[in-house]
């Protein structure tokens, strides 16, 4: 019997060689299944054997990003530069052994930079201390990914976030799993399925053990997009690029890279010439999508100076995290004002979704404490 390292090679080397056309694409889309859930067990295994110290990282500010590139690429001279938060930079790789937080301002939020140790080809597999550093990044709200002109690879570098399950800049899936125990397997979607049909859903559920229960698919989902929403571990992130130590590039050769690293927008920066930071950092701020909540006190005005500064797709009951006290428990109902208010004074619940300028009053039951 074939370890299950060995088993995982063989499955990966076979979707390597066969060509996909539509003779093999159930064949191909059955093999994926099967390897996603070789390392759901290769990881399981990992962590029931501990797998050594991971990182312990507090997470503070508004959100927290993690700067993820290849050794030497300039990570921590840039969490210098941007944050002034002492991070050893040296020409050597593995520097950083660590990881190393740093504070960022943007607008009225504040944004946790992390300088992490540089990953190398085959850290999902566990090479290096790939398996910690790709364990802090599943906990990370986004990816700063960096490359410099001596290690352009960045398809590489993504391919090990990947590996590990991270999504990088893609929606979960629509497509929602209910297990049962018997009854068998009943697909179902509102929309038609042209790169699932042919009875392949459930083949590739069947890898999953899953034998019993409803799948029902909201949009036209690939092989890939079932087998993440059947493993279930994935995380979806928010990044962007930087290319650093850009002053050693002449423009033909800028032209050449941004070309090889489309469709990601990649930005030109040198952390040690102070070139591009500006712009990177207003970047940062983009993709995290922020939005900026004024609280009312009922019959008083909002706080204009001091919103609660949230996320993109952020509910009511993520405010209700947010405020002192515990206003979760006591929670009545909220009233808004403001962009996601269909009228003004609106009475919502903790499923409403907010937009970015919303005025916000929670009313709370009597006996509680309201804000
Ligand atoms: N030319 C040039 N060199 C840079 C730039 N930024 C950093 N460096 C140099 O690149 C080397 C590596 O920088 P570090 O900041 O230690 O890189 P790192 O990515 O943190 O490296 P590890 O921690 O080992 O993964 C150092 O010698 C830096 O001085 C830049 O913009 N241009
Ligand atoms: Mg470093």
């Known amino acids: 019997m074939a370890t299950l390292e060995e088993q995982i090679k063989s499955a990966e080397d076979e979707i390597q060689r066969t060509p996909y056309n539509k003779a093999t694409q159930h064949h191909i889309g059955r093999l994926k299944a099967k390897l996603a859930v070789l390392r759901l067990e290769r990881e399981k295994r990992a962590k029931g054997k501990g797998g050594g110290l ?10 927290t990003v993690g ?8 990570k921590s001279t840039l969490l210098t530069d941007l944050t002034g938060a002492a ?10 052994l660590s990881i190393i937080p740093g504070m960022l301002r943007w607008g009225g939020a504040s944004i946790q930079l992390l300088d992490m140790p540089g990953l190398v080809p085959g850290a999902a597999k566990g090479r290096g201390r790939g398996r910690e550093v790709l364990s802090v990044v599943r906990a990370v709200d986004m990816v700063l990914f960096m490359i410099d002109p001596e290690h352009p690879d960045f398809h590489a570098l993504r391919a090990e976030l990947e590996g590990s399950g991270v999504r990088i800049n893609t929606k979960p899936p629509k497509i929602v799993l209910t297990k049962s125990d018997r009854g068998g397997l009943t697909i179902s979607s509102t929309v038609k399925l042209t790169q699932l049909a ?3 859903a459930s083949q590739i559920a069947r890898e999953f053990g899953f034998h019993n229960g409803l799948i029902v698919f909201r949009e036209d989902a690939t092989p890939d997009q079932l087998i993440d929403a059947l493993a279930g571990n994935r995380v979806y992130l928010p990044a962007i690029l930087a290319v650093n130590k850009c002053e050693l590039l002449v423009p033909a050769e800028r032209a050449t890279l941004l070309q090889r690293l489309r469709p990601f927008q990649a930005l030109f920066v040198s952390a040690r010439e102070r070139i591009g930071l500006t712009e990177l950092v207003e970047g940062i701020g983009k993709a995290l999508a922020f ?7 009922p019959g008083k005005p909002p706080d204009r100076d001091d919103p609660v500064i949230l996320r993109q797709g952020d509910r009511i009951h993520d405010l209700l995290n947010r405020l002192p006290g515990d206003l979760d428990h006591g929670f009545r109902a909220a009233q808004i004002w403001g962009p996601s208010a269909r009228f003004p004074g609106q009475t919502v619940g903790r499923e409403h979704g907010l937009r970015d300028e919303d005025v916000v009053t929670i009313l709370v039951q009597r006996g509680s404490r309201g804000s």
Do not use: E, M, W
């Open 87 to 96: 991070s050893q930079a040296a020409a050597y790789d593995f520097t950083t």
């Open 54 to 63: 991971g990182y312990a990282v507090r997470k503070s500010g508004h959100a």
């Open 291 to 297: 939005i900026r909540i004024y609280v009312k006190p």
């Open 198 to 200: 042919g009875g392949l």
């Open 67 to 74: 700067i993820v590139g290849f050794p030497s690429v300039g």
